[in-house]
């Protein structure tokens, strides 16, 4: 079974950084398109940043120049390097994943989400 473990939430003042890492861990063939999304209370879940396998990416114009979305292929691993944090990044931060489970079958996964609050 494949399961999505994020890390790296928590507590940060205005303009500070937090660094989130995503594993996927379980049996499948490969790993195809990693993002990020969140979801602030009261708001629709939106994507923040996306990573191809080959490394091209894509960002949310609200965080562009702010947040580096990299990822590692031998270790199933994507990363959300947020710099010069809002208040307004506050939110629920979900991993997600579409994963080849076998040569021809795709699936996408979510992780459980991680708090972050950007508060003085």
């Known amino acids: 079974q494949v399961q999505l473990v994020e890390s790296g939430g928590g507590l940060v003042q205005p303009g500070g950084s937090l660094r989130l890492s995503c594993a996927a861990s379980?049996?499948?063939?490969?790993?195809?398109?990693m993002g990020w999304y969140r979801q602030a209370p009261g708001k629709q879940r939106e994507l923040v940043a996306a990573i191809t396998r080959d490394f091209s990416t894509t960002y949310a114009d609200s965080v562009k120049g702010r947040f580096t979305i990299s990822r590692d292929n031998a270790k199933n691993t994507v990363y959300l390097q947020m710099n010069s944090l809002k208040p307004e990044d506050t939110a629920v931060y979900y991993c997600n994943a579409d994963i080849d489970e076998t040569r021809y079958t795709r699936r996408n996964y979510w992780g459980q989400g991680t708090q972050v609050t950007v508060s003085s």
């Open positions: 379980g049996s499948f063939f490969s790993i195809n398109t």
